[in-house]
């Protein structure tokens, strides 16, 4: 059974820099790709980056300046540092497997003026 757990969030101020964690365990850990989503109060969740097996990340646009996914698989952990962050990164950020769907439990974020 995968377990996906996020780590890093809490409250910062804004223009600073936050590195969260995602750590994977389960039969499904290694060689996979794993995807950082984030969901705003009252929004839906989005989609952030995602970085393959291969180390290939993807960016959406509209974090793609500020956003850098990176893996490390000797210690089965996927990371997402946000720098620059503004109140509108406020939200919980979750990691997802993508070959099984499986989520994390999210970790949050509140970025203060």
């Known amino acids: 059974q995968v377990q996906l757990v996020e780590s890093g969030g809490g409250l910062v101020q804004v223009g600073s820099s936050l590195k969260l964690s995602c750590a994977v365990s389960?039969?499904?850990?290694?060689?996979?790709?794993v995807a950082w989503y984030r969901q705003a109060p009252e929004k839906t969740r989005e989609w952030l980056a995602t970085i393959s097996a291969a180390r290939l990340p993807r960016y959406d646009q509209s974090v793609k300046s500020r956003v850098t996914i990176s893996r490390d698989d000797a210690k089965n952990t996927v990371y997402l540092q946000i720098v620059n962050l503004s109140p509108d990164d406020t939200g919980t950020y979750y990691c997802?497997?993508?070959?099984?769907?499986?989520w994390g439990q999210g970790t949050q974020v509140t970025v203060s003026s």
């Open positions: 997802r497997l993508v070959l099984t769907g499986d």
């Open positions: 389960g039969s499904a850990a290694s060689g996979v790709s």
